[in-house]
């Protein structure tokens, strides 16, 4: 079996009792990097085999990993924080278990958009998850696409690239949107800032060294400027 097992973002109490069960007991851990991996797995006395599986090498990785599965042994797949699959490697491996007829579990456990979207205060009942925006090729057609939305999103983004990201969405979806950055979350330096996209440019654009993973939460159009807005990209 597969076991898919999310492991913290960040405070190491984030880890359910079965999670670290199931990673002493399987064969083998695939983890994106071991070295990252190998301080969790110290702070739990877990000493199961290491091998890395990440998105450079999981094209090559996968036939010897299910030829593995489909002799008998049981392997977990981690990721540095989270789950895998969400922004991480993962689905190929899923989907190659699923085309071989091995049996694959997911285990529930950490991942970083839920806790930003439910602190975020901004209407949760339905939400779209975009995850990494294409840095170049394929942008401005996403945030397009976004400013279209009636319900919540959620983005992903590098601290460098935050208050560019910032920027183009003023741009594109109007400065006095509400929105919430949520930054280093279940860390010692947590911060979730809820305020309109122009005052958070503001408030980030003074701190030059914004540092730790990001997680933006932008609330949805009004119904009425969506249907205006859907006009503007619908042929004559």
Not at 1 to 20: A, W
Not at 185 to 195: G, I
């Amino acid at each position: 079996m597969l076991f898919i097992v999310p492991t913290p973002i960040g405070n190491l109490e984030d880890i359910t009792f079965r999670s670290i069960r199931i990673l002493k007991e399987v064969s083998l851990i695939l983890a994106e990097d071991t070295r990252t991996s190998k301080k969790l797995l110290n702070h739990y006395e877990i000493e199961t085999p290491l091998r890395s599986h990440h998105a450079h090498n999981e094209h090559h990785t996968t036939p010897d990993i299910i030829k593995l599965l489909q002799s008998g042994q049981d392997i977990a797949l981690i990721s540095d924080a989270g789950t895998p699959g969400i922004s991480d490697p993962g689905f190929l491996l899923v989907r190659a278990c699923h085309q071989a007829e091995v049996r694959v579990e997911c285990l529930p456990g950490a991942t970083a958009f839920v806790p930003a979207l439910v602190a975020s205060g901004l209407p949760c009942d339905k939400f779209h998850f975009e995850g990494f925006l294409p840095h170049k090729k394929g942008r401005k057609t996403r945030l397009d696409y976004l400013a279209t939305l009636p319900y919540t999103f959620v983005l992903y983004e590098s601290p460098h690239r935050l208050v560019k990201c910032l920027k183009q969405l003023a741009e594109h979806l109007e400065g006095e949107r509400l929105a919430c950055v949520c930054r280093e979350l279940t860390k010692m330096h947590e911060e979730v800032v809820p305020d309109t996209l122009d005052n958070l440019i503001k408030y980030y654009d003074v701190e030059k060294k914004v540092r730790g993973e990001i997680v933006l939460v932008v609330k949805g159009r009004e119904e009425e400027k969506v249907n205006k807005i859907k006009k503007r990209f619908q042929p004559e």
